[in-house]
């Protein structure tokens, strides 16, 4: 049998810290992608529902639940091609409610594939 949790707010054992659910829920990430562009493939994932890679140094992942407006930040980290060199996602752009383009490059600036991209989502979903 499946349980409801119903709170208003959250509070420390001695009730001294509060915090509104509301003000929970704001903070935390609404959708979030580790992928592997070499393969390519979704290493892990939640609120994506695919990812389009479109080009070298370039992919598109797609939301399950789309956000409400195009205000929403997507923090993200380049990832390894291999033991002895470092790629950096160099720009995310969030293009409309349902998807964002990132893009990676090596030091000098040039598009290429890596191995481990990290995304995460914070906004309102829609």
């Known amino acids: 049998m499946a349980s409801i949790l119903r709170v208003n707010t959250l509070t420390d054992a001695s009730s001294n810290n509060s915090t509104a659910m509301s003000v929970v829920n704001q903070g935390t990430a609404k959708a979030w992608l580790q992928y592997n562009q070499v393969t ?3 290493t892990g994932s939640y609120n994506i529902s695919s990812v389009t890679d479109t080009a070298a140094g370039d992919f598109t992942p797609n939301y ?6 195009l205000d929403y930040a997507v923090p993200s980290a380049g990832g390894m091609l291999n ?3 470092s790629g950096r996602i160099s720009e995310t752009n969030p293009t409309n409610t349902s998807s964002y383009q990132c893009t990676t490059t090596n030091s000098g600036g040039t598009k ?5 991209n990290s995304c995460a989502t914070f906004g309102d979903l829609a």
């Open 40 to 42: 390519p493939a979704v």
């Open 112 to 116: 290429a594939d890596y191995t481990g």
């Open 83 to 85: 033991t002895n060199a």
């Open 64 to 69: 399950s639940s789309a956000m409400s407006a």
